[in-house]
């Protein structure tokens, strides 16, 4: 077997095979990654009542996220204070006014106050306000909550401007959608026998929409030559020159959403906030898509198709059109890159492959993976 160097002036290497399914690796990745940098874990409009909570894992560890009488989101380590036993079990519940743990019948307050600890109540030597739920950082950023286990971390900010200014220049072009404001139409989950890392690569990448996505492609034929984005600041990708909406038709009457303008119509706008979410903006409708890992060659999505609060309220509406298109996309990414995961293992990805030109923007993704890990010089010749 000859191994192939890439030329590094226009070719750029991608992570060697083993990244995609060691299980030390992906250890790694979890504490230093998914423990360390801020992750979107869902919706705040998931829980929308006082007393209401979704568990969360993330990094290692098992999080409660819960909404206060004070309507606050809040997010606490699934740990009781006393010997340690798992809080809370149901991925989704109502906990009423305290979560009470089984063992030993200590209760938390929503806030993660210690409120209740049997026959220990005249004892003044526990002191309670030392033994609270563990805080979880926690912000939400456009109706999506996003959580840091590392508490010196910089605010959410500090990780979601960059990537924001990068693609748009500043936060405006995004902040016309008003993302915050919408609401779920249509929410489909999947799951992929692919390393997490395969699946932000694929959404990064556009050289093989021509191939794999024909329906795409014939709305936005901008991706038919292979190069979803240029690096050019701000630029959306037009529709097709007789295509009038993101359908699998290109035809639907959806009104434009309420912060955008006639300059919006007929555009699409894709990018990733690293390290798991995908956004797809249109004219009429987002799309967001948040990656969580499930082990080193397995990966979740939930994929959510938001809509304007009165175009979703209406009697009629059905986003049928518009959800068929992008699930026909989503099921054959993860199909190519379920195809790339049988690689990951071979002998002829032992030293990786390469990005084609223009994927410089995952190639920082990939530097970004080895700078977190601690590895920055590894994969280099
Ligand atoms: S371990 Fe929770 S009350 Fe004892
Ligand atoms: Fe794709």
Redesign the pocket.
């Known amino acids: 077997m000859v191994a192939v160097e890439p030329e590094r002036a226009a070719f750029e290497p991608t992570l060697p095979g083993r990244y995609f399914h060691d299980p030390d690796i992906y250890a790694r990745e979890q504490e230093r990654i998914f423990g360390r940098m801020w992750v979107c874990v869902g919706r705040a409009d998931a829980i929308p009542t006082e007393g209401e909570f979704m568990l969360i894992d993330l990094g290692g560890e098992s999080v409660i996220v819960a909404r206060g009488h004070d309507g606050a989101v809040r997010a606490f380590l699934n740990v ?6 798992r ?1 809370c079990t149901d991925a989704h519940g109502q906990a009423g006014r305290v979560f009470q ?6 209760s938390y307050g929503l806030d993660g106050r210690l409120v209740g ?1 049997p026959n220990l109540a005249r004892d003044d030597r526990l002191d309670r306000d030392a033994y609270g739920l563990l805080p979880v950082r926690l912000e939400v950023w456009e109706g999506l909550v996003w959580l840091n286990l590392d508490p010196d971390a910089a605010p959410l900010s500090a990780q979601l401007d960059p990537p924001i200014r990068t693609r748009f220049g500043g936060p405006e072009t995004i902040a016309r959608y008003r993302i915050g404001d919408l609401v779920v139409g249509r929410s489909i989950q999947y799951e992929i026998a692919a390393n997490w890392k395969l699946v932000v690569d694929n959404f990064m990448e556009c050289y093989h929409c021509g191939p794999v996505h024909p329906e795409l492609v014939r709305l936005l034929p901008a991706f038919r030559q292979g190069t979803s984005y240029q690096g050019i600041v701000g630029e959306g990708t037009s529709f097709a020159s007789d295509v009038d909406a993101f359908t699998l038709s290109g035809q639907g009457s959806r009104p434009r959403l309420p912060g955008l303008g006639p300059d919006d119509d007929r555009l699409y706008y894709g990018f990733v906030l690293w390290p798991n979410v995908f956004v797809n903006l249109l004219p009429d409708h987002v799309i967001l898509h948040t990656l969580r890992p499930l082990g080193p060659e397995r990966s979740h999505v939930v994929c959510d198709w938001l809509f304007d609060r009165a175009d979703a309220g209406r009697a009629e509406f059905d986003p049928t059109d518009t959800v068929d298109i992008f699930d026909l996309v989503n099921r054959q990414d993860w199909e190519v890159c379920e195809l790339t995961q049988l690689g990951m293992h071979s002998r002829a990805y032992d030293r990786g492959g390469l990005y084609v030109t223009n994927e410089t923007h995952i190639a920082a993704f990939r530097d970004l993976v080895l700078s977190r890990l601690g590895e920055a010089d590894s994969t280099r010749p």
């Open positions: 009781c204070r006393h010997r340690g036993a809080l743990c089984r063992y030993h019948a200590w600890t």
